[in-house]
């Protein structure tokens, strides 16, 4: 399963970056304070939308999901590396969490639920419904 399309985990640093452009265009430049104020209110605006874009962009370059005819790999980190494998005979179900956003994006949220005790949430994956048909229809 490949990231396809607008990848939406993105949405929430684009989100800001607008309201910084918004705060920079309104800010009035009559009084000396408030328009400094206004511009340091932009500048750390798009700070932390650049923040926000770039760790959405390491999540999804560290992130690796893959699903075989026979189990469901998701491995996760870079430096310290985190595989986990299910057996596809041992999954239970598959839930999906989309809010309205996402279903618009098409991506969601994916939990998969093992025999026992297994659960293993993955966040913000592309097309998550096509995601679940995979594993539940092997």
Known sequence: ???????????????????????????????????????????????????????????RWTIKVAVTDRRVIYK????????????MDKIESVDVEQHLFARLLNYGDITIHGTGEGKEPIREVDHPLEFRSHVTAA
Do not use: D
Request: with cysteine; glycine share 14%.
């Open 76 to 87: 996760r980190g870079f430096i310290n590396r985190r595989t986990v494998e299910m057996n």
């Open 1 to 59: 399963m490949g990231h396809h399309g607008f990848p939406g985990c993105y949405l929430r640093g684009i989100a800001v970056l607008v309201a910084a452009f918004v705060v920079w265009s309104v800010t009035p430049t009559g009084t000396p304070v408030i328009h400094l104020a206004g511009r340091i209110a932009g500048l750390l605006l798009v700070a932390a939308g650049l923040y926000l874009i770039g760790t959405a962009w390491w999540r």
